[in-house]
């Protein structure tokens, strides 16, 4: 009887199989679960009623949701950008360092230990307006005559907790950045040494080019994270002032905790997950074309 040999490619889908299994029951079944719930009027003191459509009509014609999803939008694109400006600059650097590389991706680490929550009351006291480190520095500066109460004012919250946010960004996107430029040959430096380019030319015509995969992987990663996640708001704003900070999170908890109205919880739920599907498919697009 001849024996059938399996090819490395049946043998990884074989051992994948329980993982992808338990995968399915941990993410899916939940899954299944919030859409149909966001079906339906679920709110626990009456009886639940199917409606349909009808929650996500109403969240889409709200003007709170529609306002929480504005400032979802500029939260995650100043987070996003914030660790992108600060990150690209400090993996180049990074790259180039001989002694003591190590020891200082080390420490470049460091934000990305600290639990967000923990974070965000780290940064909630650099910002306090009457002992906070940040006015402290501004006065004795003369930037400004007196203390700035920044979690306190619509036109500076929202900065306070992007700066908050995008700060615990900075390593993750770092590390894949600097992977990046790890992976570029040092002759095609040399190479464009030689040929007398200077360092924005080489940046622009080597580094970028070639870094591009995982810069967008970093760049995927941080957005949906900043998307969806709301620990600087909660320990900072709790979306206020006046709903200045107010994001789709916020929204979905008071929806499940303050409301108790989970059909609506379920429909905002999904809402943010479209989004965050959409988003990522845009940088999908890139990578794939990449």
């Not at 650097?93 to 590389?101: A, E, F, T």
């Not at 306190?152 to 992007?162: D, H, L, Q």
Request: charged letters at 10%; aromatic letters at 14%; proline letters at 3%.
């Amino acid at each position: 009887m001849k024996k059938r040999h399996m090819s490395d490619a049946q043998f990884g889908v074989l051992m994948s199989l329980p993982g992808l299994a338990i995968l399915l029951l941990w993410v899916g079944v939940p899954l299944i679960i919030l859409i149909g719930v966001s079906f339906t009027r679920f709110e626990v003191i009456t009886p639940t009623v199917f409606v349909g459509l009808a929650n996500y009509a109403e969240m889409l014609g709200d003007r709170i949701f529609r306002l929480a999803f504005m400032n979802t939008l500029v939260f995650f694109a100043g987070s996003t950008l914030l660790a992108f400006v600060i990150s690209f600059p400090a993996a180049w650097c990074l790259s180039r360092i001989g002694r003591g590389g190590t020891a200082m991706r080390t420490l470049v680490m460091f934000p990305w230990a600290v639990p967000l929550i923990v974070s965000g009351f780290i940064w909630g006291w650099i910002f306090n307006s009457s002992y906070g480190v940040l006015n402290h520095l501004l006065v004795i500066s003369g930037a400004v005559a007196q203390n700035v109460n920044f979690l306190g004012e619509t036109t500076t919250a929202m900065m306070a907790v992007i700066v908050a946010d995008g700060w615990t960004r900075v390593p993750f996107m770092t590390i894949l950045t600097l992977a990046g430029f790890e992976g570029i040959s040092r002759d095609l430096y040399e190479s464009a040494s030689i040929d007398g380019a200077d360092i924005f030319t080489t940046m622009r015509h080597i580094t970028l080019p070639l870094a591009k995969g995982p810069i967008l992987t970093g760049l995927l990663i941080t957005s949906i994270f900043s998307f969806r996640t709301i620990d600087a708001i909660f320990s900072l704003t709790r979306g206020g002032p006046a709903r200045a900070t107010y994001v789709l999170g916020q929204l979905n908890l008071d929806y499940l905790y303050n409301y108790i109205q989970f059909g609506k919880a379920g429909a905002v739920s999904v809402l943010l997950m479209l989004a965050c599907m959409a988003i990522a498919s845009v940088y999908v697009y890139f990578l794939f074309k990449e």
